[in-house]
T-cell receptor, first 111, second 114 residues
Framework: EDKVVQSPLSLVVHEGDTVTLNCSYE??????LLWYKQEKKAPTFLFML????IEKKSGRLSSILDKKELFSILNITATQTGDSAVYLC???????????FGQGTRLTINP | NAGVMQNPRHLVRRRGQEARLRCSPM?????VYWYRQLPEEGLKFMVY????????ESGMPKERFSAEFPKEGPSILRIQQVVRGDSAAYFC????????????FGPGTRLTVT
């Protein structure tokens, strides 16, 4: 059965800190991994990663995929209180369209 | 440039009633997905639809749940004879076409069964 595991489940840091969120997966016929940010509403798309070792970057957020070790990390530098959210990782199979989600990491940034 | 729209945002139903949840995809998107988020759990896939077709319903409970995406109008997720365990947030997502893997989510409908 497909498995997506995120760690830590919860993280509390101070504004300005750098955080690393982890996502490991066990899926058959892996195609891509996606990261979303969920505040009190719609999950917002952040990144989609398909190739190993290629970093994707958007402002203070970056992410990379390791297809050999079956994991991805999401880095946030110089965190701000607006980064407080649940960060979701999901994988998608080759030839399928449904996302398989992890349980999420709840990130809290204290001022 | 409207995103994915869902309504209602909150829905309260008594046990045994029917719930109808609506989803309008992003402009230009023809693929719709429904996910359910139970309290303290991750998002779980329910069904994937194109206009007038159900493509994958492997995550749908076998009874009481149905979904459609008609040629005109929004996609509808219908839950008949609701029970307390159906209380959850129901999210709709859309993508441009088959082979486009980025899915964009709506704000969700929070269903409460009393």
């Amino acid at each position: 059965e497909d498995k997506v595991v995120q760690s830590p489940l919860s993280l509390v840091v101070h504004e300005g800190d750098t955080v690393t969120l982890n996502c490991s997966y066990e899926v058959t016929n892996f195609r891509s991994l996606l990261w979303y940010k969920q505040e009190k509403k719609a999950p917002t798309f952040l990144f989609m990663l398909t190739s190993s070792g290629i970093e994707k970057k958007s402002g203070r957020l970056s992410s990379i995929l390791d297809k050999k070790e079956l994991f991805s990390i999401l880095n946030i530098t110089a965190t701000q209180t607006g980064d407080s959210a649940v960060y979701l990782c999901a994988v998608i199979h080759e030839g399928a369209q449904k996302l398989v989600f992890g349980q999420g990491t709840r990130l809290t940034i204290n001022p | 440039n409207a995103g994915v729209m869902q309504n209602p945002r909150h829905l309260v139903r008594r046990r045994g009633q029917e719930a109808r949840l609506r989803c309008s995809p992003m402009k230009g998107h023809s693929h719709v997905y429904w996910y359910r988020q139970l309290p303290e759990e991750g998002l779980k896939f329910m069904v994937y639809l194109q206009k007038e077709n159900i493509i994958d319903e492997s995550g749908m409970p076998k009874e009481r749940f149905s979904a459609e995406f008609p040629k005109e109008g929004p996609s509808i997720l219908r839950i008949q004879q609701v029970v307390r365990g159906d209380s959850a947030a129901y999210f709709c997502a859309s993508s441009l076409n088959r082979g486009t893997y980025e899915q964009y989510f709506g704000p969700g409908t929070r269903l409460t069964v009393t």
